[in-house]
């Protein structure tokens, strides 16, 4: 399945994102006009993501 998550409530340079697929999921990140965007994405474990980026950012992260 897929998930969107929604942003941060405020711009931040790094999202750490509490998710149970059940697998290590792809994950695309899309600012707030729907642009796709990147930042370094690191899977510490199967339940949490952190999505770094190198400036603050606002947007939003979908899980497949």
């Not at 929604?6 to 729907?34: E, K």
């Amino acid at each position: 399945g897929a998930g969107l998550l929604p942003p941060p409530s405020l711009a931040d340079s790094g999202w750490t994102i509490d998710h149970n697929p059940g697998f290590w999921p792809n994950i695309y990140v899309y600012d707030t006009n729907g642009d796709e965007c990147e930042g370094d994405v690191a899977n510490v474990s199967l339940s949490r993501t952190i999505i770094t980026f190198s400036a603050p950012f606002a947007g939003i992260a979908r899980l497949t």
